[in-house]
Structure formats: C-alpha cells, structure tokens
C-alpha cells in the first residue's frame, strides 16, 4: 500500500490518486522498485483537496477514521510506503514509531505489528526541490532488492 497526502486539482477531477504531475513521478520511481502500478493500493490521508497542501488535524482525524484506517484493515497490506511528512506521522503515530524528522527516517525499514513500513519524500517534494530528487531515486532503487524478497 501506498500512501500519499490528498488529491491535487487532477485526481479530484478524476477521482483516482496520483494521476497529475507527482504521479506521473511516482510511476517512475515504481520502476526504478520494480514495481506496477496494478500491484498496489495507491491512496490518501486525506480524500478532498487540501488548502495550501496543509489539512488541520481535524480533517486528518475525519478522514483517517473513516476511510484510511478501514482501507488498512480491509487491505491489510504487507507493505505500507509513507510518502512525505504527513502520511509518515500519521502512520508513525498509529503504529506506535517514535517519530523522527523525514530526512533522518526516509528510506528506512520498520518492521512493526507484522507490517513493514517505510517512510519516503513525497514525489511532490522532488517537483520543486530537485536536490531531493536524486534521494528520492535513491531511495526507490535501493527497495527493488528489499521487495523482491519481501513480495516472494
Ligand atoms: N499528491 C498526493 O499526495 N496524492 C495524490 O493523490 C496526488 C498528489
């Protein structure tokens, strides 16, 4: 499972995640993991537009209890990538994982609860911070290894 923020102006439109330009990333950086698209459940903390990127707490709390928590129990995923610093403390938090800022945490492995969960930059971030851009690949080509055994 992957999940991201919220919907950009392209995925509210078209009701699916990731289908404007940080999708179109994102669908690189699979690659460079070796993985499809099809394989995952790509979804959000939060499902309408949030302003400036930024949703309150309240609206973090609205839609996690009543969405993602249950798309977590249903899904049940082995796997849970966290892209970016809203979805890595959210899960952080409900999984019990000391929190730690992105650049300390990104791209490691945590192995709680019989989940493995792996905290990473938002493509987004990459858009508009080439510097991160190189981590970000980085980081997705060293999980091609790790997953293969993982998804054996
Ligand atoms: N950014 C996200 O976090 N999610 C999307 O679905 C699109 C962009």
């Given at each position: 499972m992957i999940i991201g923020l919220g919907p950009g102006k392209e995925e509210d439109k078209q009701g699916r995640p990731f289908v404007g330009k940080a999708g179109k990333f994102l669908n690189?950086?699979?690659?460079?993991?070796?993985?499809?698209?099809?394989?995952?459940?790509?979804?959000?903390?939060?499902?309408?537009?949030?302003?400036?990127?930024?949703?309150?707490?309240?609206?973090?709390?609205?839609?996690?209890?009543?969405?993602?928590?249950?798309?977590?129990?249903?899904?049940?995923?082995?796997?849970?990538?966290?892209?970016?610093?809203?979805?890595?403390?959210?899960?952080?938090?409900?999984?019990?994982?000391?929190?730690?800022?992105?650049?300390?945490?990104?791209?490691?492995?945590?192995?709680?609860?019989?989940?493995?969960i792996i905290p990473l930059h938002h493509p987004a971030t990459a858009l508009y911070r080439p510097d991160k851009k190189d981590i970000l690949i980085q980081d997705w080509k060293n999980l091609k290894s790790q997953l293969m055994w993982w998804l054996k």
């Open positions: 690189d950086l699979l690659s460079y993991a070796g993985l499809k698209r099809e394989e995952i459940y790509i979804t959000n903390i939060v499902k309408c537009i949030p302003p400036n990127n930024m949703p309150t707490k309240e609206e973090i709390k609205t839609c996690t209890s009543l969405f993602l928590d249950k798309q977590i129990e249903i899904i049940n995923p082995k796997i849970i990538l966290c892209l970016g610093n809203i979805a890595k403390d959210y899960i952080f938090e409900k999984f019990g994982i000391e929190n730690k800022p992105m650049n300390k945490v990104h791209g490691k492995v945590f192995r709680v609860k019989g989940k493995i």
